[in-house]
């Protein structure tokens, strides 16, 4: 006769194994997919350190395409991360209560600056890559895009 904790315990062993291989293998190598920005206002070659786009319904709409084809594997469908990667919807919560206009400007400034800094650069830790550059895949009209995505599933969560 097994002894219940036993079986408890096998059964948990396999479950991990499959989670951990699950996880493994989720970023992959992905073909970005291109992003049509036509309609969006040409931002030009110098890259911007704030969202110009803010509130823009069409780039709401690109963004959000883009988003699905591109960032939600990892990230989650709708910005709701399913453990993989950072929750973006949370991605600049230190300025929203911010109450000070100026310093809250300032902060999300500073937050779209490290967004774009991350979606051209990519991320990379003792030589793993977390999440692959994008600069030369998307241009800075469909990076600034999917940012206007993200803002909407921030103002959504809270």
Sequence with gaps: MHHPFRIL???TVIAAAATTSLYATAHGNVVPQAVDTTGLTPLGEKWLDQNPYR???????IGT???NQ???RCHGLE???????PDLRQLDRDCTDVKN???KKACYKE???????SIRHGKVRNGA????PFEGVFNQEAMWAIKTYLEVRRDAAN
Excluded: E, H, Q, R
């Design 9 to 11: 315990a096998i059964v």
């Design 55 to 61: 509130g823009n319904k069409l780039a709401l709409k």
């Design 65 to 67: 395409s883009a988003y």
């Design 70 to 72: 591109n960032c939600a």
């Design 79 to 85: 910005a709701v991360t399913g453990g993989i990667a």
């Design 101 to 103: 206009d100026t310093k």
């Design 111 to 117: 937050t779209d600056n490290y967004f774009l800094n």
């Design 129 to 132: 890559v977390y999440m692959p």
